[in-house]
């Protein structure tokens, strides 16, 4: 067993931060289970990792279904022959516009794919992580965690959700040494790739997806004496 | 139509808040819609309600069926023929334990119940509100709204979402002279026919179900150029 | 002593929120005891008080000089021969600009003004309301409460420092019968008679004193059971 | 001028924190002005900096006295010839006790080291940073920054208003590329050194002040397009 890489899951991959996380913690040594609705979300992720010579798999899913969820998760363990140390929950179910056209069907997908969604993957996990006494749980969050803005409904309850649920296993499994812990996201993410095809606009003003993902390792290594709960991230130039 | 009395619904009725609601807002003058999911939570609150010369009508409906919340406030409509002009939410799920026993099926009865059954509700009275120019929308929270606790996650999630369903009505509707607005209900409810039965208790370590709807009904009679947006209530004995 | 009304001391009177709090809790049957920097603030709210058969009296201090603070409320105390049973403290000190153009002896006169006036002021009603039981300590808040805005370093600071001080009163004293709040205004203020010199702007778009007036009216009557930490007001037009 | 060493200040050092600030920031390749107030806190540290090769000056001053500690930052860039890039702010004064205890020139004593101090030094660097066009600001926080608890009233002050100026100053000069965080540290913290004399007490109960500082670090590195301005720290079996 000595010789198998420890083994981080990432939910919601896409070519902006759901990537960069992919890639910085297979940079960090961890063979990296990648889940997102779309073949087409997953393959240039992996196809990049395994060119860097990195170990890389993935696995459609709806982070909306529980059990679709859930079997991801097991595949990955299966084929990686180890249980999860890390899961980095970054999918989210999005709605702008007005309460009036909120359907309840759509308020009810936006908080399968954002809440229910990292509650299932997280159980998927968990158990491992509390024999071994480690593990690291990160979800990603938004503007939107903190406050219900107009137009926002949809997106700021799924995202207030994600807050609690964070909170709640923190407080339920941090004494066990399992680190989660919640990123508040306050801005848009442009990853590398966007950059180029968007030279005009300021650089400044939106968040690195790169930098964005160090930030989430760091999370990870920190020691258990000494714990972030929750932070936040945004450009030099955002107004907050 | 000047003689037809304006409407208030409470959605979640039962010997506690919900029925002190509907006590102080028919004294107010309102005819009062009951809204619960069982017919032995509504009974009592009515019949109380018309032996005091108001006016009430009950309506059995599942919070957590947007449909039948829907049809419940509609019933009710038609019966008063008259629009809703306050509506107070005090129906939510409840789960306690490990987030690893919280099936995801739980957690969604719980958002339905929750948040999912507040937004219909709330879809199905604001149209009339805005063409008004009027209306009042009280939510009730809890400790959980602003804290994850361990144990507490299906409830926090819910709590949570809840509250930021309030903030973006408010933000949204506020201007249209809507008043939406978030009571958080920190510590134990005793209406007074349960401090008859436990008389032996201090009766201070408990919210006083009276109070807290005096509470809700001063909310509803401020005037617009001075709102409330959230407001927490606790008993003087409570740590906090 | 059956015969002597209850005293209440307002902080920090001027013609706009201070009058309204007078106003309102001489109505509600106190003997009110006014302090502010100038005569000029204090008599017209005095003279509408005696006029309108309320009993009154004004003593001029310098909320930011503590021994100034206790003095006057001394004097009232001994004027009245009665222990306050309500304080309202309104006071606090204001500064717009770059944080480079905040001098420090600037900053500190902000919070002697806001905090340690309130610090101070408490200690002096404190004590004969622990022996009786039962007070009202209410603290006016601000947007800056809660939010440190660029140009609004002192007021912030300052109003920061002031929930604090609400919060661990709250703590300490709620035990013992005394409920402290702390009112978060968020917006401009005007007062009925602003209104009239300002009549070709939105009225809706400024709170209006005497509405504020009846929620602090309405924390103090309160009871024990279910008490108010704190709450905003804000315009039903006001972004937030 | 290519070869003058970035000048790192350390306000507010002892054997915890702030010589692990000191320590981490001199292996960062900074120069390091250490402040305290008694040149017995700063010896140690100055001598374990300049024995592992590392450039370091002491100065003693009251971060509660704005003019001593402007003087004292004066000092370091002159004997250092370079303008501060980096600003840790770790002074703070503390008073436990009832509020009734609280003598109002002693929250004036705390205010003046945790919060004034702050502001003095700011103003102190912040011109060259503007000039620059870059710079980092850390303030050291703690579990009362966010909540006023019973019997902490002098602390929760003095620390809430800290965290307004931080937000303040993030706000203000964050688009003008200088960093401002601030960092709960909530738990009590051990350093290295004190590990050694309490071998019997739960190593993992307390912060390590080598991790701590190593948290600053990270944040003085993030790219301007992905900052954090605030984060919380405690150990794993912390309630909160």
Same mark, same amino acid.
């Given at each position: 067993?000595a010789?198998?890489?420890a ?11 759901g ?18 609705r779309k ?7 992996q196809s990049?990792?395994?060119q860097?010579?990195? *170990? ?5 899913a709806? $982070?909306?279904d529980?059990? %679709?969820?859930?079997? &991801?998760?097991?595949t =990955?363990? +299966? ?17 702008y ?5 909120l ?6 997908a ?5 809440v229910?969604?990292?509650?299932a ?7 491992a992580?509390?024999?071994n006494?480690?593990? *690291?749980i ?5 503007? $939107?965690?903190?406050?219900? %803005?107009?137009q926002f &409904?949809?997106?700021? =309850?799924? +995202? ?5 649920l ?12 399992i ?27 939106f ?34």
């Amino acid at each position: 067993m000595a010789s198998k890489k420890a083994v981080a899951i990432v939910i919601g991959v896409g070519p902006g931060l759901g990537a960069s996380l992919a890639k910085r913690f297979a940079a960090g040594g961890y063979s990296v289970g990648l889940i997102a609705r779309k073949e087409s979300s997953l393959q240039p992720v992996q196809s990049e990792l395994e060119q860097s010579g990195h *170990t890389a798999m993935s696995v459609t899913a709806d $982070a909306g279904d529980a059990a %679709s969820v859930k079997n &991801a998760i097991d595949t =990955i363990r +299966k084929k990686f022959d180890n249980d999860p140390e890390v899961l980095l929950y970054n999918a989210s179910g999005f709605f702008y516009g007005s309460i009036l056209d909120l359907k309840p069907e759509v308020l009810q997908a936006a908080l399968n794919t954002t809440v229910v969604g990292a509650l299932a993957a997280s159980q998927e996990v968990l158990p491992a992580m509390i024999k071994n006494g480690k593990g *690291t749980i990160l979800f990603t969050g938004a503007t $939107a965690s903190l406050r219900g %803005s107009a137009q926002f &409904a949809g997106f700021a =309850i799924s +995202k207030f959700g994600l807050r609690a649920l964070g909170q709640s296993m923190a407080r339920e499994f941090g004494p066990q040494g399992i680190h989660v812990a919640h990123i508040i996201v306050d801005g848009g993410i442009r990853s590398p790739n966007q950059t180029e095809s968007q030279p005009d606009k300021d650089i400044d003003s939106f968040l690195n997806s790169e930098a964005i993902a160090e930030t989430y390792w760091q999370l990870h290594i920190q020691p258990r004496s000494t714990w972030t709960q929750e932070l936040d991230l945004r450009p030099s130039t955002e107004e907050f």
